[in-house]
């Protein structure tokens, strides 16, 4: 999926201002690292029961991880599935909005990332590292 694809559908949930943080790979794809095949979201307990009461589908990944699924979104109410736990608040205070939709920081998906280990993650760390050295 690429950055418009993103916004385009995280857009037509039409989820509350700072009830929700678009995480995991997609702000990556924001700002241009890479292509993402799935949305993320860390959502509010109000937001998380809404969107389970209108058919989202709770699925099972780990002890501590189960989203609600729906077409290309997984969202979760905690993220507390590795040693990087960050809350909604946390991670909207640290974010960055792109037409009106709020992304956790490149740091703090990095953090995530580092915290986690899988083979995806190490390539996305090498991602994320390059893409800040040309920031700075």
């Known amino acids: 999926m690429t950055k418009e694809d993103t916004i385009k559908k995280v857009k037509a949930l039409n989820l509350p201002k700072d009830s929700y943080i678009v995480f995991g790979a997609c702000p990556l794809t924001i700002v241009g690292l890479r292509e993402t095949k799935d949305i993320d979201l860390l959502v509010s307990q109000e937001v998380y029961k809404r969107l389970e009461n209108t058919g989202w589908k709770k699925v099972y990944k780990g002890p501590n991880?189960?989203?609600?699924?729906?077409?290309?979104?997984?969202?979760?109410?905690k993220w507390n599935f590795s040693s990087y736990n960050p809350t909604l608040t946390e991670l909207l205070?640290?974010?960055?909005?792109?037409?009106?939709?709020?992304?956790?920081?490149?740091?703090?998906?990095?953090?995530w990332k580092v915290a986690s280990g899988r083979p995806k993650d190490i390539a996305d760390i090498k991602l994320i590292d390059d893409y800040f050295k040309k920031q700075f």
């Open 93 to 111: 205070a640290n974010g960055f909005d792109v037409d009106n939709i709020s992304f956790a920081s490149i740091s703090d998906v990095r953090k």
């Open 65 to 77: 991880d189960t989203p609600l699924v729906y077409d290309v979104f997984e969202a979760h109410n």
